[in-house]
């Protein structure tokens, strides 16, 4: 079941369109890969899925983005219960310069005023749990989030996303930064949270798509050239200018 689609979506920065009627459906409890070589809209179609691009000046969209089947692009969105739902993991990791407790108790805070202790001691837990933290940091809770290694800090940004109960976890190229046993152990994360949650994640790493995605799109100058189920994208693509990318003739 399609859990984001996109309709004829076009999106321009001033006078550069960078996405050209991109049509795609992003299916539910899968993780989706967009691939492409630098500069051809990968980010900026991730961001458009919970209106981040609304934040750069300039920024003129046309088409539809339907997240479970309602229109996020019309002036009558709630923005602030879109990312709630559909929420961001960036390149570099980038926690709260607060302990690791408030880190993920922060969002809970702010939704639901009067929270009890005890419950946010319980959520702490879950979420610490869910991204396979809870271990290490159980007795730490009280430290500064800053003091985490890379890979810590960008699962604690995961926990701190899963806190508010996303439906869609959005994903820019999250491992960028990381080193590659880093990066293994963030992948093997995404495929325990896929099965609670819509995960969509650009990588410049085709190795990394093939290895933990379903479904796979191929960007190319704004253009969604090619979106299907990672094996067929991979093995047998049905456009010459995806198998050039991922033969590695251009890109």
């Known amino acids: 079941m399609a859990k984001i689609v996109t309709q004829d979506l076009n999106l321009w920065y001033g006078n550069f369109q960078a996405l050209k009627s991109v049509n795609s459906s992003f299916e539910a409890q899968r993780i989706t890969a967009i691939i492409g070589p630098s500069g051809c809209g990968k980010s900026t179609l991730l961001r458009v899925l919970n209106r981040m691009n609304d934040l750069t000046e300039g920024v003129r969209t046309e088409g539809k983005v339907l997240v479970d089947g309602s229109d996020i692009l019309g002036a009558e969105a709630d923005l602030v219960s879109l990312r709630k739902k559909v929420g961001m993991v960036f390149q570099r990791p980038n926690p709260f310069p607060l302990s690791i407790y408030e880190n993920i108790a922060f969002g809970q805070r702010i939704h639901s005023g009067g929270i009890k202790k005890e419950d946010l001691d319980a959520l702490v837990e879950r979420c610490l749990k869910s991204i396979l933290l809870w271990d290490e940091l159980k007795d730490k809770l ?66 990394q798509a093939a290895r933990i995605s379903d479904d796979t799109g191929f960007m190319l100058l704004g253009e969604l050239v090619e979106f299907g189920k990672t094996k067929d994208i991979f093995m047998a693509p049905k456009d010459k200018r995806t198998e050039d990318y991922i033969t590695g003739i251009y890109g």
Do not use: F, G
């Open 142 to 207: 009280n430290k500064s989030a800053m003091s985490l290694s890379l890979e810590q800090k960008q699962r604690l940004c995961i926990a701190r996303l899963i806190a508010v109960k996303p439906d869609v976890l959005l994903m820019d190229e999250p491992c960028s930064t990381l080193d590659p046993q880093a990066t293994a152990r963030i992948e093997e994360l995404m495929h325990e949270l896929k099965r609670d949650y819509t995960i969509i994640i650009v990588t410049h790493n085709m190795q």
